[in-house]
Structure formats: C-alpha cells, structure tokens
C-alpha cells in the first residue's frame, strides 16, 4: 500500500484548482483528490488532468454532515492521504464593522474555520497512523496584519495561522510536516466572490499592478513538498513585489 493520495480542498478555481494542475505534473505517482461545491468544475479539471488520477468529490465544507459522509464513504482509503492542502475559503464583504452582514461573517468563519478543522479533524488520525503526512493550510497576509474593513476575514486567517502553529506542536514526533503559505493579493475569483459577482469592482482590486497568480502559489506549494523528508518550511509570505503589506499597493 502506498501513501499516495494528494487532497486539496476548494479546487474549482484559482489556487486550489492551479495546485492540482502543479501537483500532478510534479507528482505523477500520486492521486489527486479535488473537492468543491461545483460538480461540473471539478469534473472538467478531472477531464483536463487524468481521469484515471484524479478523483473529485462534491460538497459543501462547511457543512459537517457532507464532511462526514466524505469521510466515511472513503474511509478505507484514507490512511493513503499524505498531503492535505486546505485551501477552500473566501472572504466575504468589504463593509465597515457595524454594516456588516452577519451572514458573510457566518459564512467566512464556517468555511476558513470550521471546514478547515472538520477535514483536518478527519484525516489527521490517518496520518499519525501512518506517522506520514503533510499538510499545508492557505493562510493568508489577511492574518497577520489587519486592513480597515478586514474585520471577520481577517480574524479567520489569524485563526488558521493559530490552527497551523497549534497543528505543528500536536503532531510533534509522528513525522507530519505542518505549513502555512500566507499569500498577498492573488489574481484569482477571490474579489468577485468578495464582491458577491459585481465585476467592475472585482476587477479594480487587480488594477494598475501585477499581483500573484494562482500558479505562483501553486509553484511555492509544490516546492514545500519536495523538500526533503527532514525539513519542514513552517511558513512562507510571498507578496506581489508591487504590496510592501495589506494597505500599500503601488499602483501604475
Ligand atoms: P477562489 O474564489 O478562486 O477559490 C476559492 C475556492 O474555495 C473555490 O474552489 C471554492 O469552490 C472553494 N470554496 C469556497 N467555499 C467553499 C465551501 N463552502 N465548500 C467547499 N469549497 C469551497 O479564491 P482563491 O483561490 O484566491 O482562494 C483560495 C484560498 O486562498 C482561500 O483560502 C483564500 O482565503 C486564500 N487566499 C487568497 C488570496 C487572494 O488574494 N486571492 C490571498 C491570500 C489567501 P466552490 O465555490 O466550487 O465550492
Ligand atoms: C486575501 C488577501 O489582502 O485581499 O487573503 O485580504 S487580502
């Protein structure tokens, strides 16, 4: 048996999706387990990688039920995830703290928390088992510094950096490998999710700079892997060169 299942949440776009594409050049051995909430979406990426390689699994991560049907449905298999990358989340809203819908703040903290833990949760006992693993959360800039109207996304990302340092120290000893990859701005569908399908201001967020692309991330993702056995990269920030931090962004 051989530990060769690579899963990563929130694979339908952006990162997540750019990371299946890495990873499966860069790990031909490995499956590649992608979830997500749009079926059609995955089963595309599935098409465009392998189908032989690649297994896609359709449901809500904030959503514990689905989480744990997931997890039961799959459980004989589940001693052979040995890399999780938690990537599924968003952010939700740009409003001042007492205009702020308590729905985006649900939503935020149910998906980049609580979906986070119930996958983690589920496929960390695997991995000690094993004593092999490694798992990669997506942090974010968002959760070491805090930006005006940032609020609940912004206390999410401090969460999972918590989560992350908390991981690393549980682990201590059965060889599993905990980092965090915290990025600046990313040029993905992560503004337009923000600004619920209004594209105008989506795209302004992206304007007059050149902010990290999905395969950046991607690219640093599938370096930490390889890495050797003995060395674990605890945490990278990486920035568009043109943002010094969440607030300064020189713009042409
Ligand atoms: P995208 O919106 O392009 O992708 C988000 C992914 O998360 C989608 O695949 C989406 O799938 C999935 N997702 C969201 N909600 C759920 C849910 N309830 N259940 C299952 N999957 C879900 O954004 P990014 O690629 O930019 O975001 C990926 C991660 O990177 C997030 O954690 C984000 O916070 C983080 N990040 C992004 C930055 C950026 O500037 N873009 C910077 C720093 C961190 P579906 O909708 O099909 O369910
Ligand atoms: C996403 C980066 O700066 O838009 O986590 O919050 S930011």
């Known amino acids: 048996m051989k530990?060769?299942?690579?899963?990563?949440?929130?694979?339908t776009s952006g990162i997540g999706k750019a990371t299946a594409q890495q990873l499966a050049k860069d790990f031909p051995k490995h499956e590649i387990w992608l979830t997500g909430r749009r079926k059609e979406r995955l089963q595309l990426l599935q098409q465009e990688i392998s189908t032989d390689r690649v297994r896609t699994f359709c449901f809500d991560i904030r959503n514990r039920n689905e989480v744990e049907h997931f997890l039961s449905e799959n459980r004989e298999e589940l001693n052979r995830v040995s890399i999780l990358v938690n990537n599924a989340g968003l952010a939700l809203g740009l409003d001042s703290f007492a205009e702020a819908s308590l729905d985006d703040w649900e939503q935020m903290i149910d998906t980049n928390v609580k979906g986070l833990l119930y996958i983690t949760r589920g496929i960390l006992p695997?991995?000690?088992?094993?004593?092999?693993?490694?798992?990669i959360n997506i942090g974010s800039i968002a959760g070491r510094a805090v930006y005006p109207k940032g609020h609940?996304?912004?206390?999410?990302?401090?969460?999972?950096?918590?989560?992350?340092?908390?991981?690393?120290?549980?682990t201590l000893g059965k060889n599993i490998?905990?980092?965090?990859?915290?990025?600046?701005?990313?040029?993905?569908?992560?503004?337009?999710?923000?600004?619920?399908?209004?594209?105008?201001?989506?795209?302004?967020?992206?304007?007059?700079?050149?902010?990290?692309?999905?395969?950046?991330?991607?690219?640093?993702?599938?370096?930490?892997?390889?890495?050797?056995?003995?060395?674990?990269?605890q945490e990278i920030l990486i920035m568009p060169t043109d943002q010094a931090t969440p607030r300064d962004v020189f713009r042409k």
Not at 126 to 135: S, V, W
Not at 152 to 170: G, H, M, Q, S
Not at 213 to 230: F, G, K, M, V, Y
Request: aromatic share 8%; glycine share 6%; net charge negative.
């Open 126 to 135: 695997y991995m000690e088992e094993q004593k092999n693993g490694h798992i």
């Open 177 to 233: 490998r905990v980092s965090s990859i915290d990025p600046g701005m990313v040029e993905t569908e992560f503004a337009l999710v923000r600004f619920k399908g209004e594209e105008e201001k989506a795209k302004s967020v992206y304007q007059g700079f050149n902010a990290l692309q999905a395969e950046d991330i991607a690219e640093t993702i599938s370096w930490c892997l390889s890495r050797p056995a003995h060395v674990n990269i």
């Open 152 to 170: 609940v996304y912004n206390a999410t990302k401090f969460a999972v950096r918590a989560l992350t340092e908390a991981l690393r120290i549980d």
């Open 3 to 11: 530990n060769n299942i690579i899963l990563i949440t929130g694979a």
